[in-house]
């Protein structure tokens, strides 16, 4: 399996992260718990998680999420070993857990490190910035967790050129630095990593594992027509795309999909594992089946031919 160096944190990953904010939410524990087996028994190592996943489902707290990768890490077999973990902190809680000043990101860290089980984080995020808090008390904070031995790097996810920029301006002394950028990105969605935030990540070498990779499903295909959007809760979401760009995109995929005998959420992934400035996407599965469509996108190696047609599409 080809290992892909996360910026320069020192840290190394597949071409592929896994998405965990299905696990405990639509993927039950012991759905996501076959999941991740077949997944690091595939040769891919980094699973991406948040402490917030999954709050928003009735009923649910947050923290399930970590707490179904923790109690898989506790069945043993080598599994934390394999796995590069990554998860993230900022985001509401309840009870006023929320934000980025450095002694929540403690608080928060440890809350992690209890539901997962284990006594280290690889990759720390910054899961959305704080308006309320200097960049500088944030960076402090996450150097406090990496001096401890708690976490091994830190990253930022969801923050604008300017705001990244101020960050890495920020690093340095008692501050970590940002390593690895987390932004919402694939062929569907550009404008928001493409152009200066892009050029600042080129610039200071960070890793990047772009999110929603699949534009939530529309980039699989699965939505083609009206009726299509019952398929799922988020079909509703697709009916703007299914006129404009959105078909010529999904026909510019075919074609290059028939070239490589390959899906299309394949032709979505390798698209953005070619990319230079990234590191690898991230991706959920909900199945194991799903799962093994997914994979084989990092064997998928377009041509320059089909990344200019997908580009133009």
Known sequence: MEMR?????GLKTAPLVLGGNVFGWTADEATSHT?????????FNAVDTANVYS???????????????????????GRREKTL???KAGSDMGEGGK????????????????????????LYFSHFPDAETPIEETLEGHYRLIKAGKIRACGGSNYDAPGLDSALRAAGGERARYEVLQPHYNLLVREQYEGALEEVCAREGLGVIPYFSLASGF???????????KKSMRGGQMKALLTGRGPALLAAMDGVAARHNASLAQVALAWLMA????????ASATSVAQLQEIMPAANVKLSAEDMQALDAA
């Open 99 to 122: 934000g980025l000043k450095a002694d929540y990101i403690v608080e928060a860290c440890e809350a992690s490190l209890n539901r997962l089980k284990t006594d280290h984080i690889d």
């Open 275 to 282: 990319k230079p400035s990234i590191t690898a996407p991230i």
């Open 219 to 229: 980039l699989t295909g699965k939505y083609r027509t009206e009726a299509d959007l």
């Open 35 to 43: 999941i991740l087996d077949a997944f690091v028994d595939a040769g």
């Open 5 to 9: 160096d996360l910026g320069k944190s």
């Open 85 to 87: 973990l990554i998860t």
């Open 55 to 77: 709050r928003w489902m009735p009923g649910h707290q947050g923290g399930e999420s970590e707490t179904v990768i923790g109690n898989w890490f506790a069945t043993g077999g």
